[in-house]
């Protein structure tokens, strides 16, 4: 496996679109076939989702509820090593910590003009369905990523769905994740299936008001399809992250940091943006050595990664870095320089920002507190990682005294004469 340096300077538009663009350009290849099985689940319910169960993950679900019982949990509680659900109990004390602090008051109010008060009230959604990953890997610690903040913000309605194991059980540390975060409602059931059962409800699976959650490029799709009908939540797709370094970077560490995010699956993307040439050249000669050394299927994955939306980019100063890590908006983003802390002042879009080289992705992605659901394909310009505030909405509330009232009709009536609306002013003359 051979990787070239990529000079930024040197790369032609047409490169630089696709270096941004990423799996974006597999997510839009494959929406006419998610559509087909969306219309398929809306059209034929729980037998669609136990056909693409069995065609997808080749769990034979059909003699199975799709609601996980109780005997499974307990099971799982029984099964999994202690250290597994202490690791869990340790980041799910981080998360909730973390999470608390972002919980609104249940409602504001301040006097605008004497006698006007405005203010908004607080509430939690209705329903939500988090859709947690499985096909590339187990995935606890999605699920109290994004069961935390949905219990803080007090949502009564929380399912999960998530594909299952080839006997049709679901993964145990899920299971035990979910008891710990008081969600007892998982549907085994996953894919662009799982998203558009809970868009439009089967015999199973009532609709929610809101999805969230992270998923292949299919679950992505899909959630784009159905976004007309609930509410998708931040687009959280391919797994994607960068590194910026400078001369002062330990080149093991950013091979191994690299390697990280891309071991999620091919269609994940890891990038190095340097300043410095002896760090690039040094990255691309080590990084094929540790590639070798992972097990499968996580070695395919990573090689896939480099060969296609993996690179080393080699920039001519800390601008021209800031300007592409700005565009390139990425999912993760990690600071390897002598200054972490000046870099950061450079940066405007990322999902996360990790300091130092004492913080791997890894213990971002599952405990130091801050949610690692995040958004992927450059939406980072204007989404936010998961947190409580996805899972609360916000009403205005009004009110007025009489002197309040007296206090502003007159301009009310003006406005309403300059826009044309007679009824609008009638409300305050004819009061």
């Keep these: 496996m051979k990787l070239d340096i990529k000079e930024w300077s040197k790369i032609s538009s047409s490169e630089r679109a696709k270096f941004f663009k990423r799996s974006e350009i597999d997510i839009s290849e494959v929406q006419e076939t998610v559509a087909a099985i969306i219309d398929n689940v809306r059209h034929n319910g729980d037998k669609a989702l136990s056909s693409y169960t069995e065609q997808f993950d080749k769990a034979d679900i059909s003699n199975i509820p799709l609601l996980v019982g109780q005997e499974e949990y307990d099971r799982a509680e029984d099964e999994l090593d202690i250290e597994v659900k202490d690791a869990i109990r340790y980041a799910i004390e981080n998360v909730t910590k973390f999470h608390a602090q972002q919980k609104p008051e249940g409602m504001n109010f301040m006097e605008i003009r004497p006698g006007v008060f405005a203010g908004e009230r607080a509430l939690p959604v209705p329903s939500a369905g988090l859709y947690v990953p ?17 219990v803080i913000a007090g949502v009564e309605d929380i399912c999960i769905v998530t594909p299952p194991n080839e006997d049709g059980t679901v993964d145990k540390g899920c299971l035990f994740a979910a008891m710990e975060c008081g969600i007892p409602r ?9 998203i558009a059962a809970l868009a439009y409800g089967t015999e199973s699976i009532p609709p929610v008001s809101k999805i969230v959650g992270p998923g292949s490029m299919y679950v992505t799709a899909a959630k784009r399809i159905v976004a007309q009908s609930v509410d998708i ?6 797994s994607e992250s960068m590194i910026i370094a400078d001369d002062g970077a330990d080149p093991r560490k950013i091979v191994i940091d690299l390697l990280t995010e891309a071991e999620h699956g091919s269609d994940s993307s890891a990038v190095l943006v340097t300043t410095s040439r002896s760090l690039a050249e040094k990255t691309v000669k080590a990084l094929p050595g540790e590639i070798e050394q992972l097990p499968e299927p996580r070695k395919t994955f ?18 021209e ?17 002598k200054e972490p802390f ?10 996360e920002i990790i300091l130092g080289e004492n913080t791997p992705f890894s213990a971002a992605n599952y405990l130091t507190g801050a949610n690692a659901v995040l958004p992927t394909g450059g939406k980072a310009k204007t989404f936010s990682a998961v947190s409580v ?37 009638n409300a305050v003359v004819k009061r």
């Design 186 to 194: 998982i549907y085994r059931v996953g894919g662009a299936q799982a």
């Design 342 to 351: 000046d870099v950061l002042s450079l940066i405007r879009n990322a999902g």
């Design 321 to 337: 870095l800031a300007s592409l890590v700005n565009e390139f908006a990425p999912e993760h983003l990690m600071i390897q320089c």
């Design 233 to 238: 939540g931040l687009p959280a797709g391919p």
């Design 134 to 150: 499985r096909g590339r890997g187990s995935f606890p610690s999605m699920l109290y990523m994004l069961a935390i903040p949905a």
């Design 302 to 319: 990573v090689r896939d990664v480099f060969q296609g939306y993996g690179a080393v980019v080699l920039v001519d100063d800390m601008d």
């Design 389 to 425: 505030r996805d899972f609360i909405k916000y009403s205005s509330v009004i009110y007025s005294t009489a002197i309040g009232y007296e206090g502003y009709k007159e301009h009310v009536k003006v406005l309403s004469d300059y826009e044309g609306f007679a009824a609008h002013k």
